[in-house]
């Protein structure tokens, strides 16, 4: 299951997929996505579907699992998922967690308040399967305030195992 968290310290951030957690003034304030904006497919509307990458992590077991999101089809072109977030933040990372089919991140974008889309991170995603995993893409802080994430995974990464988050 996909999970998304940004995190803020006096003016630094850390953004993370599925929640965003934010740190101002000392205090640790942890905010989950909060809404799908959009996704490319999804298997199905409730079980395996975009809305399972919001809130707090409720996929502990690495395996396919229904409360994580899945792509319509388990090989193919490219898929995304977009979600958003209550309070927008200055990011410095995505947290995307992984629970099956490891390793299949290939890009994050940041979309600033204007609807604006930014690569924040491409390249390899090295997270080994077998078990449940956080993967954490870290960038340069924004300086643009992100109120959403998007991030591209490859379903051909493993051609045996649909790639859930």
Do not use: C
Not at 5 to 15: D, F, I, P, Y
Not at 102 to 127: C, E, P, R, S
């Amino acid at each position: 299951m996909y999970r998304f968290s940004l995190v803020a310290s006096a003016g630094l951030l850390l953004g993370v997929l599925g929640s965003f957690s934010a740190l101002a003034q000392g205090t640790l304030l942890k905010q989950w996505a909060s809404g799908v904006v959009t996704r490319s497919s999804e298997y199905g509307a409730e079980d395996w579907g975009a809305k399972q990458a919001l809130g707090e992590p409720n996929t502990m077991t690495y395996g396919d699992n229904q409360t994580a999101w899945a792509a319509a089809d388990k090989n193919g072109l490219p898929q995304s998922i977009t979600v958003s977030f209550a309070e927008p933040v200055y990011a410095t990372a995505v947290l995307v967690r992984e629970t099956w089919g490891n390793g299949f991140v290939t890009k994050i974008f940041a979309i600033d308040l204007k609807g604006g889309m930014h690569q924040v991170w491409a390249g390899k995603d090295t997270t080994q399967p077998g078990y449940t995993v956080n993967f954490i893409a870290t960038f340069p802080k924004t300086s643009y305030l992100v109120k959403a994430v998007k991030v591209v995974i490859d379903p051909n990464h493993d051609m045996d195992a649909y790639e859930e988050i």
